[in-house]
Every structure is written in C-alpha cells, then in structure tokens.
T-cell receptor, first 113, second 114 residues
C-alpha cells in the first residue's frame, strides 16, 4: 500500500512542452523533496520543502518549479522541456527537518522526445 | 562536496552465497549513512540507517559495517536468496547538508540465481 503516490508513472513529452509531475504523501510528514535519477548520474537531490516552504534548491534550473498546494502535496512543474530532462523523478518525504529518514515514492519516468 | 563511490555496479551470486557491496565517501563530516533497496518498478525502500557512532549494524539477513577511518560503508548480505535481487544504493548525509539531502552512490544491481 504505497504511502507516497506519484503520478503519472510514465510520461512522454515533446521538446519545448510543459509537464507537471504529481506527488502526494500520506505519511503525515512535514518535509518533502524531489530527486532525479538519470542514466548519466547518481540519484540527485533537487529540492527541499519543509512546511510548504522551499528550504533549498540544489541543482535545478528555473525551468523546474515545485508547487505545494497542501502540506502533503509537492508537485513539480517543468517548462520548456529538453531531451536531457529525460529521467526518473522521485518524490520523497520525511517526518520533519530534524528527521533524517527519507522515504521515497515509486517515481515518474519522463522521456522527452 | 560529498562524493560517494559504490562498487561493484553489477553483482551476480548463487542462492545461499554472500554478497558484499562497498561504498567509499569523501567527506569526513558525514554523519548518517543509509542503505536502500530498489526492486523493479518500485521506489527506494530504506533498509537501514546507520549513525557514525555505530560500526556494526545487524539487519534481517544482512550486516552493515561502517569503517570511518577508511570512509567506507559496506552491506553484506548473508545467504542471499532470489528475493534479494534488486538494485542497492548507499547514501550519505553530513550535518551541513540541508533537510532531506542525501548523496547517493550509483547503485549495485544484484542478481541472485538458484
């Protein structure tokens, strides 16, 4: 029974288009994150949100915009998609900023053609 | 910044044999260490969290060793079985990193055959 739900599971997009990756967690956590896993790099931290506020943006360009409408939601909007954006995007969460145990969703595999 | 090297990238063992995966990290300030398991089509499942003060950690069917002197973290699956087949990732966190930020190794794809 998955507690971190990511939608869609697979996504194909055209270069230059815009997509939104959905993430909802039902663990009662207050901190949520996005990670990216591509063929060329290890699993890579992108964003950190705590209590719906951005804590850190490590590596992502401005084309990547997290959106948190509710405490348990952290969607990822990606604009002007490029083929290099092709990757699996994982949503993750932890109880709060002091808790280091991070739980991951199943990921959204994005392919940009 | 922190870098984590994980080896081997692929590992194939017979059922009942042991399997060892090793990660080497660079930052001496690393304080928390993790092993995750990823089965096909699934997210990352946390296997074990290790504090820097604990060198030997026992789980169900596996042992995690932390060698701070050599900056190495290892996962030893004893008596592997086909259900252990998955990709295993180590991850490291130091106290200066922001909330939720872990540095991952590239993963080891383990196959256990009968």
């Amino acid at each position: 029974d998955p507690k971190i739900i990511q939608k869609p599971k697979y996504l194909v997009a055209v270069t230059g288009s815009e997509k939104i990756l959905i993430c909802e967690q039902y663990l009662g956590h207050n901190a949520m994150y996005w990670y990216r896993q591509s063929a060329k790099k290890p699993l890579e931290f992108m964003f950190s949100y705590s209590y719906q506020k951005l804590m850190d943006n490590q590596t992502a360009s401005s084309r990547f915009q997290p959106q948190s409408s509710k405490k348990n939601h952290l969607d990822l909007q990606i604009t002007a998609l490029k083929p290099d954006d092709s990757a699996t995007y994982f949503c993750a969460s932890s109880q709060d900023s002091a808790n280091t145990e991070v739980f991951f969703g199943k990921g959204t595999r994005l392919t940009v053609v | 910044g922190e870098q984590v090297e994980q080896r081997p990238p692929h590992l194939s063992v017979r059922e009942g044999d042991s399997a060892v995966i090793i990660c080497t990290y660079t930052d001496p300030n690393s304080y928390y260490f993790f092993w995750y398991k990823q089965e096909p089509g699934a997210g990352l499942q946390l296997l074990m969290k290790v504090f820097s003060s604990t060198e030997i950690n026992e789980g169900q069917g596996f042992t995690v060793l932390l060698n701070k002197k050599d900056k190495q973290l290892s996962l030893n699956l004893t008596a592997a079985h086909p259900g252990d087949s998955a990709v295993y990732f180590c991850a490291v966190k130091d106290l200066t990193q922001v909330v939720g930020q872990l540095t991952f190794g590239r993963g080891t794809r383990l196959q256990v055959y009968a």
